[in-house]
């Protein structure tokens, strides 16, 4: 049950904002988000636990709506070191075992 | 602390050979876990362990893939009679405990073409 990222691929200037999405059809233990550039391996970001907190991290944050099964990752006045590909991993209720990644949202930041 | 370390960070094989990858996690973490990648894709789980215990393994992996983590230490991965679709990053992350709380801490990969 692979969750689903949402858009594929943005494009952004400098500045600007964009919102990642994470949805799961299975209902969700937490959340983690990723971050990894182009050769390298995927670098962790920030983990939120089923409850509806708010997590921050720099301009970077996200949220779990457990009544949805969805988190949002929230960038906020982005920067070139922003652009990768951000990914989702899911653990489901009952499982403390791996995790679960979507496909991934590329991002590209532009001067 | 030197993070996680993989060996060697490319293979080229031949189809039908045997190849083994080898992972040290960070030294404090008892779970180790292998993921594979291919481009565009998100990490793919193979299997993880607690310390030296094999805890899963996914249903998609061949019998042709085996994992050891003797002594809860490093791990390898091995693949007999490699196929081209075997082409792939191969992603080893370790981290302190249970995935519901904690993070995983990724290494750099091995990259493995079948020719």
């Known amino acids: 049950q692979q969750p689903v990222q949402s858009p594929q691929a943005v494009i952004l200037r400098e500045g600007e904002d964009a919102v990642i999405n994470c949805s799961s059809s299975?209902?969700?233990?937490?959340v983690h988000w990723y971050r990894q550039k182009h050769g390298e391996a995927p670098v962790f970001l920030m983990i939120?636990?089923?409850?509806?907190e708010q997590k921050g991290h720099d301009k970077i944050s996200a949220s779990f709506n457990e009544k949805k099964q969805q988190s949002s990752l929230y960038l906020t006045a982005s920067q070139l070191s922003y652009s990768g590909t951000y990914f989702c991993?899911?653990?489901?209720?009952?499982?403390?075992?791996?995790?679960?990644f979507g496909k991934g949202t590329k991002l590209s930041v532009k001067p | 602390d030197t993070g996680v370390s993989q060996d060697p960070r490319h293979k080229i094989t031949k189809r039908g050979q045997n190849v083994t990858f080898r992972c040290d996690p960070i030294?404090?973490?008892?779970?180790l876990y292998w993921y594979r990648q291919t481009l565009g894709q998100g990490p793919e789980f193979l299997t993880y362990?607690?310390?030296?215990?094999?805890?899963?393994k996914s249903r998609l992996l061949s019998d042709r893939f085996s994992a050891e983590r003797p002594k809860g230490s490093f791990s390898t991965l091995e693949i007999q009679r490699t196929e081209q679709g075997d082409s792939a990053m191969y992603l080893c992350?370790?981290?302190?405990?249970?995935?519901?709380?904690?993070?995983?801490?990724f290494g750099s990969g091995t990259r493995l073409t079948v020719v």
């Open positions: 992350a370790s981290s302190l405990e249970s995935t519901v709380y904690y993070g995983y801490t």
């Open positions: 299975k209902a969700l233990y937490s």
């Open positions: 939120l636990l089923k409850g509806g």
């Open positions: 991993g899911t653990v489901h209720g009952g499982s403390q075992g791996n995790l679960i």
């Open positions: 030294s404090e973490h008892n779970r």
């Open positions: 362990f607690q310390n030296e215990a094999q805890l899963e």
